[in-house]
């Protein structure tokens, strides 16, 4: 479609002033509320889905309705003043003997993943009561399933068989949730219309009090009923949203201005809507994603505690080799998963940028906070107004958007067996992972290439605690060539493999004993229809991501060993071995051989070609484990560490590409810090000899530019020019974060004078001087480095 050229206007003073009062209202540390410890006891006896639905509704009755003075938008997980943060608590709804089966599946209430996208485009067109009438519908077909049936030869009812009777039973159970749910959702969202009733009569101020009375008609219409408008689009939206955040969902919010665009069309072209009037309605929208947003004084890394880390705190991904902390808890206070794509080719292979594209950015740009997280799709065509602004947004910091290229993820989408109209809509679940929008039902892990190449170094042991986690594959100083090297460690990587594969299988349907998710199913294409909890296999798709850690070390690692040790035999392996086991101590001649070996990141064949070998047998063996349940769940791979770099760092000992015990890896797909010499065009065209339609979880290549190399417009066309590089070599993904190492510096001696300032996490952002002095001094050691 053609790029409409908008006009931007001045933020209103009620933007100015809710920014203000948001920045202000996050140095206030939350306060919990009275949330209902438990359901009612005359509800004990129904299934446990319609239980847990009960449990949604119920927290929906008693949450506060309070509205932000001055906001356009109601529904709030914090309040302004008093500062009650009610995303807090869930009633119980199991009993012990249920909670303790469940337990020994290793599922409980809390077993509810999140990183979903629901169906929002469903939920403006249809609206609840058309999605109640499609569970009337099958409510309709069940009941006509009757416990006896006709015998086709004697003409007598013979009973149900136990297993038809279960699972109609499940099916009634599911189909009741379902209706439980939804009307707890349309009786709180009548709450807040009531409340915005009440204060319009008590409202001084004429204007405000219309303002109150539309809010209450837009919460009275949707999402009931099918959204009019766009204000009442965005209202219903954010109102789900605010829910699911609420009740242990942390979803995403897929392709915003694709779903909501035709909506602001219509009111502009109405004239019931000017432009200036919907640039105020997204930035009050995108304001409420950082209401519960905290920069409290126990953020701060002077604060903070020392930790030494503790191994026995091993990631819950248990094949990473991630120590968990305070430190990463802390970190990561304000991500919640809110990210919102934008821009990209739609499902009929058309450039999707509309206004509402630019007016997100914008909206981000404006208000200079961490949420809502914002991702722009890119591809051969996409319009140069569309790059010159998100470069504009990138330089003013924060990492955002990151940038997905279409022509590299939706040919691996197609790969995995994602049809073309689904695979051209996809977005992401609230960090980069792909799925496919209303869908899925997704879940990944992280499996540590580092770990399977330690333990095929030291007979299958760590070298930091002597644990036996891998396999036992003979002694390393017995190798005698890099094939012996690199069969052992494929030997390790596909056990770890086959592991995951067959757990997820053999476990894929347990959530739902304990932790079904009947609201968001109603909102998931397939569950209606096939009348099954998403978690119980009711969603369209079902992927579980298998994630590459510590690619670049492993790959640095690999080509350190062939090169040094085989190729130019300037040590054996016995030296190797005894250089590990010392962490390089009174080895620094041969650690020096090791470090100056090819690296990933700087376009040498000699590293990449191997990087490539490696992602290929991962795939490969991915591919080789899962084909046998491709009916029932699809394993996309990709490559990622998320924000955890330093915690995955400190669960892995010293590495033949001379990392030292301990230390930070990279994050993502980025190439090694201070191993990339040849800058952001190196680690570009290393990047992208690693794919070939093979990685469709994703796998983010994390970039940093120094501010004085992208001032001006020359600097943007520098920005576009980098973008358009990257969509032509056919990387997946990209973030580019801008910042100089003295600004870093200062924020680190003067905070308050930089509570703006923002940082690209891995997957997420976060404002710079909340976090520990470890972060701290990393993402500084990233910004000195070349890429």
Known sequence: MEVIQIQTYPSTERVQDLRRRVRSAMEQPPVGWKCPARIDDKYMSEPIPVRKARAVALKLSQMPTDLWDRQLFAGSMTLENPRIHAEWGFPDYVTDEERNEASKKGVSIHSVFGHIVPDYPKLLSKGLLGILAEVEEQRVEVQSNTPLHPSQEKHTPVPLSRGELELLHEEIAFLD????????????????????????????????????????????????????????????????????????????????????????ENDLESGRLDMEKAQELVECFTLKFNERAKTTDDQRPETRKTEQPNLTRRSRHYTSSQIGSQRDGLDATNHWLQNIVISGLTPDGEDGTNPLSFLLL???????????????????????ELLHHVCEVLKDGGG???????????????????????????TNDG????????????????????????????????????????L??????????????????????????????????????????????PLLSALIEGAISSRRDMTAGGAKFRTFGMLVEGAAHA?????????????????????????????????????????????????????????????DAFTKTVA???????????????VGTFSWYIGIGEGLATSPDGRLSGEPVSSNFSPALGRDLEGLPGAILSYSKMHDSNLPAGSPLDLRLAKRLVQGEEGT???????????????????????????????????????????????????????????????????????
Not at 400 to 414: C, S, V
Not at 624 to 638: C, L, N, R, V
Request: aromatic content about 8%; charged content about 25%.
């Open 177 to 264: 949730s379902v209706v439980v749910a939804l009307e707890g959702v349309m009786n709180y969202a009548s709450r807040l219309a009531e409340r915005c009733e009440t204060e319009a009569e008590n409202a001084v101020n004429p204007i405000r009090a219309d303002e109150l009375r539309q809010m209450a008609d837009n919460l009275r219409h949707a999402p009931a009923e099918p959204a009019q408008t766009f204000w009442q689009a965005l209202q219903s939206v954010w109102l789900l949203h605010e829910i699911f955040h609420s009740t242990m969902d942390g979803n995403a919010m897929g392709r915003l201005d694709q779903y909501c665009w035709r909506y602001l």
């Open 362 to 384: 914008e909206g981000y740009r404006r208000n200079q906070m961490t949420n809502p997280l914002l991702t722009v799709r890119v591809h051969r065509n996409s319009p140069d």
């Open 400 to 426: 955002m958007p990151a940038i997905f290229n279409d022509a590299g993820i939706i040919p691996a989408l197609e790969r995995l067996g994602i049809p073309s109209l689904d695979a051209y809509d996809y």
């Open 431 to 470: 960090c980069w992972e792909i799925i496919i929008p209303g869908r899925t039902d997704f879940r990944f892990q992280r499996l540590s290439v580092m770990l399977c190449l330690e333990w095929a170094l030291n007979r299958g042991k760590s070298r930091l605690d002597d644990n036996q986690s891998g």
């Open 472 to 517: 036992e594959t003979g002694d390393p100083r017995e190798f005698k060539s890099f094939d012996d090297v690199w069969q052992e460690f494929q030997i390790q990587l596909d056990a770890m493999i086959e592991h995951v594969v067959h757990r997820v299988v053999e476990n894929i349907n347990d959530r739902s004993i304990i932790a079904p998710v």
């Open 555 to 615: 790959i640095d690692s690999l080509t350190a060993i062939k090169t040094v040790i085989f190729d130019e035999k300037q040590a054996t392996m016995s030296e190797l071995c005894d250089a590990l086991d010392a962490n390089f101590g009174g080895n620094a001649v041969l650690r020096s051989k090791l470090l100056s070996a090819p690296k990933y990141g700087n376009d040498d064949d000699r590293a990449d070609s191997v990087g490539r070998q490696m992602i």
């Open 624 to 638: 080789k484990h899962a084909e046998a349940y491709k009916d029932i769940i699809k394993f996309p791979s990709g």
């Open 717 to 787: 066309e520098r920005m576009m020019a980098l973008i358009r590089s990257f969509v032509d070599t056919g990387g997946n993904m990209m973030t580019l974060t801008v910042a100089d190492t003295e600004e870093l510096r200062s924020a680190q001696r003067e905070p308050d004078k930089y509570k703006s300032l923002r940082v690209r996490m891995g997957g997420w952002c976060a404002y710079f001087t909340m976090l520990s002095k470890e972060q701290q001094e990393h993402h500084i050691r990233r910004q000195e480095s070349k890429s």
